[in-house]
Structures are given as structure tokens and as C-alpha cells.
């Protein structure tokens, strides 16, 4: 048997480590938490302590047996496998207890310490705020070890419970996952927890309903669909909904983007303007003063440019309004996502559009998306289709799509 001990940051951690190093017949035999080393151990989060363990291959193929008490045939393998397994969990219990004992001396000397010491009590006090702070910080960690370590000795992979398999397979980021399954044990109704999952998810999906009206700008990188959420957008509202409808577009630095843009405008017998600099936004904008609506297609600009978000930030201020929807694609990977909206929050976006459902199979992309940006969702793009493939969805229609029980296409 091969035995390992892994010193890890969180369960997902040590569980890909595992299953790299010792495969997916691995067997977590204990964990505990730890402190790190030193006085920064006093300011951080506990550091995981996990021990797993699987049957060595070759050893197993010696087949040297051995009679137990029934007169049963033993492999030695087996024997020794057990017997380590047993000095393990010994060896981690007395961890255990060592610690507690160390923990109840440090206790009594920083007692001794504050009644001789006022400055040591300030110090200790300062301490203890800060260890509150983390320990609030880790409850839900907390938690999640609970889970794990109810299920100490059974297959990695079957340690998801029904719930997180279904977010997990539909691509809710893991922090999330965690959040809701905090929610459903905090929730202490008699309601099956598939039921309590759907009103927790619900709850987490904001949908605002925009009035479209007045200067309304579309912000987002590139490659996410803006101009032709524009497009759509458009379409609804003049072809629709009967009203004066006029574009402008600020991306001169894509390839064919001011014409595919006036492509749509004169098929929809829109007028359309070119804005270069800040006094063509003036004049621009000026010139649609009879439009009821003016859509304003911008630059797509990388997040992680702030000169060039900050530039793109000088063109929105220009157009003097609040109604700024950030468009994002579902397909985009969650760590870029986040990076995407923080980048542009400087831009005070107001809504989210989330583009190319149509392109993806699992859609717990959106409650990503949300639950980052914390702004409500206001539109979804379902396809290419001009304008037909834009829609308004009700939060029970987004949670059907996040547990897989309905889809786009």
C-alpha cells in the first residue's frame, strides 16, 4: 500500500492531487486542519492535512497468502494494508490530541500574558479580531470539510452529493457551489433539497426589465457580439415596436465593423453615424435629437488595458447617460469572466446582456456571470438571427437552463 500526506489549500486541491499522483482508486484516509508555521499562522487560514492511500499493484501481485482465524485465505498485501491503515489513523488521532494540548497551553500563557502586560492585551486583542475575521471567512471551508470528513475512506469520486454533481456538471463555479450548498443546509424546511435549490438559485438571478429609451450604449471585449445585439436590438425596437431608431458606432478599429453596422442600419432604413473622436459624438448624437432611441456601438477592448479601457470610458461619459449594458459571452471561460467585469465596472454599467446561448450546452455560465457583477441581467442572445434571436427570460426560465432541465436549441 502506498500512503502519502498531502498539505494543501482546499479539498479540490488535494483531491486533483490525489487523483494525479495515486490515481482514482485512491482512498482518503484522514484529514485535519493545521496551522501554518510561525506567527503568520496566527493571521491565516488553517492549511488541510490529508492523508490517502491505494493498493500497490506490484505487491498485490506476489498473491502470498495467509490463513486468518476462520481459516480463510488472506493476502499478505491485504494484511499489511490494514495494518498501516490502522498506524495511520492512530498516528493522526495522537496529531490530534497533541494539538489540542498545545492549543490549551498557548491559551493559558496568553491569559498569563495579558494580566501582567497591557501592551501584550492590545496585541492579543488585535489578534483575536483578526482571527474572527478569518474564521468567518472559512465557515463555509468549514462546512465543506464537515462533508469530506463524514465521508473519510470511501472513493474520491463519490464525494460529491446529488445537488453539487448537477451545478457541477452544468458549469457553476465552484465558490458558487459552495454558497448555495451553505444556503440548502441553512434551510431548514421540510421541502426536498432539489426544491430548496430552484427557490436559492431563484433568489440569485436579478432580471431588470429596461425601457430602452433615450442614449442607450453597448460595452463589452470583442468578439462577444455587440453589433449585432445592436442589430438586434434595433430590429425589435423600430421594426417591433414602431420607433424612431438611430445608430452610432465608435468601433473604427475592428475590420469591417462600420460596415457591417451601416449594412443593418440601411436594410432597416436607419440612420447611422461614424464617431472618431469626442466632437463627432457631440455632433452625433445632436443629429439624432428627433430618434426616440440612439444605440451606440463601441470598441471592444481587452480588460486588462486600462489606458484603453480608460479611453473607452471618455467616449461613454460623452454620451450622457445611465443606460449602460456590459455584453458578455456565455462561452467565455469564469476566471476571464471575472476578470472581464471587474476590468469594466469602472465603465458603471447598469445591466448585463449575455450573448451565444445558443453556442454552449450547459448555462451555469449565467448565474456565474451575475453573481460576479452583482447587476442584474437584462437580455439574452439566442442565436444570429436578426432581430428574432433576442430575448427577455423570466428567472424560472434561467434556472431550468442552470439545472439542465431545459435548453436553447
Known sequence: MIIKRYIVNTMNEAMTRIRYELGRDAVIISQRKIRKPGIKGFFSAKNIEVTAAVEN??????????????GNELNNIELNSIEAIKKVVQQEN???????????????????????????ENL???????????SELSFKRELSLERELSQVGTPIENQKSDIEKILFDNDVDSENIENIMLKIKNNKTEKPDLEKLKLILKEMIHITKPKLQGTIVLVGPTGVGKTTTIAKLAGKLALAEGKKVGLITVDTYRIGAVEQLKAYADIMNLPFKVVYNMNDMDKAIESMSECEVVLIDTTGRSSKNKMQIAELRTFVEKADTKDIHLVLSSTTKNRDMKYIIEGYRILNYSS??????????TYGSILNILETAKIPLSFVSIGQNVPDDIKELSADSIVSL????????
Do not use: A, Y
Open 57 to 70: 499493484e506490484v505487491n498485490e501481485k506476489k498473491q502470498n497468502t495467509v490463513n486468518d482465524r476462520n
Open 94 to 120: 495522537e496529531n490530534v490530541n497533541h494539538s489540542r494540548v498545545v492549543q490549551k497551553q498557548n491559551n493559558s500563557v496568553h491569559k498569563v500574558s495579558n494580566q501582567s502586560d497591557n501592551s501584550s
Open 402 to 409: 442552470i439545472l439542465g432541465e431545459d435548453t436553447i436549441c
Open 352 to 361: 448585463i446582456i449575455v450573448t451565444k446561448l445558443d453556442e454552449t450546452s
Open 124 to 134: 492579543m486583542s488585535e489578534m483575536m479580531k483578526m482571527k474572527t475575521m478569518i
